[in-house]
């Protein structure tokens, strides 16, 4: 089975922080680029960070210097440090994860954790 499970969403204060966790089952990380993705009611779905398999990490705009994404391939996740949270944070976030083969993409994306930060 191949799945990510996300967690670690849930309410917090503005300027507070929440670290987000993607654990994947049935995928070996190691081989795959991360991202995670938000989407807030009404928006699009945007890219907030990606860490490639070499650990090259690329920050969408709003995460202004405030979110960190890593990996731990050893317990085969991925995670999002959010600190300095404001209102605008608040929406699913989703973990990704991509790779090719061949020239085809082969790709995964978690169910979505809510973060909501109140002002």
């Known amino acids: 089975h191949e799945q990510l499970v996300e967690s670690g969403g849930g309410l917090v204060q503005a300027g507070g922080s929440l670290r987000l966790s993607c654990v994947a089952s049935?995928?070996?990380?190691?081989?795959?680029?991360m991202s995670w993705y938000r989407q807030a009611p009404g928006n699009e779905r945007e890219l907030v960070a990606s860490?490639?398999?070499?650990?090259?990490?690329n920050y969408g705009g709003s995460a202004e210097g405030r979110f960190t994404i890593s990996r731990d391939t050893g317990n085969n996740a991925h995670y999002l440090q959010m600190n300095m949270l404001k209102p605008e944070d608040t929406a699913v976030y989703y973990c990704h994860a991509q790779r090719y083969l061949l020239g085809h993409k082969i790709e995964y994306w978690g169910q979505g954790t809510q973060v909501t930060v109140s002002s």
């Open positions: 049935g995928i070996a990380l190691t081989l795959y680029d």
């Open positions: 860490i490639t398999t070499s650990g090259t990490a």
